[in-house]
């Protein structure tokens, strides 16, 4: 008979399984490209958005501040970074004054300008208020980037560049996010270090 403990074990090593999985079936070519764009913005003095739902808030935040901070190299200049979920006062007036699906767009509005980047994390790519946010970031001119799972969604065809997880465990879809992040961030320093 198993055990509640064989039972967990035999859950974890599975999940373990299926996340290595999905991560060797990550196009490191579209992330390098990613980074490339983010280089890009950096070096023409551009603004990165990063916006997202739920546990992919909390990834927008966490690459926000990674890109913002975990990036700074003595001497040179800093990534111009912000997360759109981390102003709460706003969110909630957007929220309750129009409507929720508003309120990553109603920020860009007041903010983006051609050739920022802004950034989606989702994992279904259905989100009513990260597609509004990307058209309009379109619209405006802005290169817009996608960390998505599932199938990809409403969003994928709306990016310039996306990373799609193709999974249906939400919990492998953040995982992988929160990797692709922290990845992202410390190539991006790295160049910076190098950086002549």
Not at 10 to 35: G, M, N, P, Q
Request: charged letters at 25%; one cysteine or more; aromatic letters at 6%.
């Amino acid at each position: 008979m198993e055990t509640g403990c064989d039972s967990l074990k035999s859950f974890a090593l599975d999940y373990i399984k299926d996340l290595k999985h999905r991560l060797s079936t990550l196009d490191i070519e579209c992330v390098d490209r990613i980074i490339d764009i983010l280089w890009e913005a950096y070096l023409n003095n551009k603004q990165i958005f990063v916006m997202g739902n739920g546990g992919s808030a909390s990834t927008a935040s966490h690459f926000a501040c990674d890109l913002s901070k975990g990036t700074i190299v003595d001497g040179k200049k800093r990534l111009r970074v912000l997360s759109l979920n981390d102003n709460m006062a706003l969110i909630t007036a957007l929220s309750n004054d129009l409507n929720y699906d508003a309120v990553f767009k109603e920020q860009l509005i007041n903010l983006v300008n051609p050739k920022d980047v802004v950034i989606a994390i989702t994992a279904s790519g259905n989100s009513p208020n990260i597609l509004k946010a990307v058209e309009y970031a379109r619209q405006k001119g802005a290169l817009t980037i996608g960390f998505i799972g599932f199938d990809g969604g409403k969003l994928k065809p709306m990016l310039d560049e996306y990373i799609v997880v193709s999974s249906r465990n939400y919990g492998h879809i953040e995982d992988i996010h929160l990797i692709l992040e922290h990845m992202i961030s410390q190539c991006l320093k790295q160049r910076l270090i190098s950086e002549n």
